[in-house]
């Protein structure tokens, strides 16, 4: 940020004052504190998770949503592939090489999305407007915190960490449902984000509400239509 706006502040402010945000990432994005908050809490937040869990529960729970195993072999197969430390090691990897990849993606289409509005902006900026449009995923983390220091049971399914999914709140489709994990993955700081993208298109492009809310939308809506159509198709 600029040296009006600390990185530290502007934590506080893409909430409560975002187009101050915005405003700076042209000068000094800072792009590297929100990506680093969601990697480091979210590798912590999986490394408590698998200390935690009951995993021997947690094993059978996961080998009992494959119907295909149902013999004993496949089964021990599945124990010795399904390990405390290989479900962790995928974990930390997703936080280290999905969270970046994904916002390096959604930087991507914003390049695209903003020469097309007319805003003929840098990668390093709009990289630096994802990772902070995307800022309020970062409430996940201490949320799911919670979930885990407040369990009645160390029988916690990793879905029950976050109580603000669509999943969650409304649905509740069991883990036999083909939707299960798309439902988990919408979230209420889905919708957040969404809304504070628009709020920095709009305010570096200068085009209207609806404009700005469509292509702010576009690259959740698109992921989540062909998630939808995947299952729907195959089942999964």
């Known amino acids: 940020m600029d040296t009006s706006l600390p990185a530290s502040q502007a934590l506080l402010s893409i909430f409560t004052e975002p187009r101050r945000v915005f405003d700076a990432i042209p000068q000094r994005n800072m792009a590297l504190l929100p990506v680093g908050l969601a990697v480091l809490g979210n ?9 935690m869990v009951d995993f021997a529960w947690l094993q059978e729970r996961l080998i009992a949503q494959n119907v295909a195993l149902v013999d004993d072999a496949s089964r021990q197969a599945a124990q010795s592939v399904l390990s405390r430390s290989s479900l962790l090691a995928l974990s930390v990897a997703g936080a280290l090489v999905a969270v970046p ?3 390096a993606a959604m930087a991507a289409y914003f390049l695209i999305a903003g020469k097309v509005l007319g805003q003929g902006r840098s990668y390093r900026q709009w990289f630096g407007f ?3 449009g995307t800022a309020p995923t970062l409430l996940l983390i201490p949320v799911m915190a919670l979930q885990i220091a407040l369990a009645r049971s160390n029988q916690l399914a990793p879905e029950a960490l976050n109580p603000l999914s669509l999943n969650q709140l409304l649905v509740h489709a069991t883990e036999t449902s083909p939707w299960h994990g798309l439902l988990n993955s919408l979230n209420l700081t889905t919708v ?10 709009r305010h570096w492009t200068g ?4 404009t700005a809310v469509a292509a702010a939308l576009l690259p959740f809506a698109a992921t989540y239509a062909c998630w939808a159509v995947k299952i729907a198709a195959v089942g999964a």
């Open 43 to 51: 590798v912590a937040l999986w490394v408590w998770y698998y200390q």
């Open 101 to 103: 990849a994904l916002l």
């Open 130 to 132: 994802v990772a902070w």
């Open 192 to 201: 957040w984000s969404v809304g504070l993208l628009a709020i920095g298109l």
């Open 207 to 210: 085009r209207s509400w609806p």
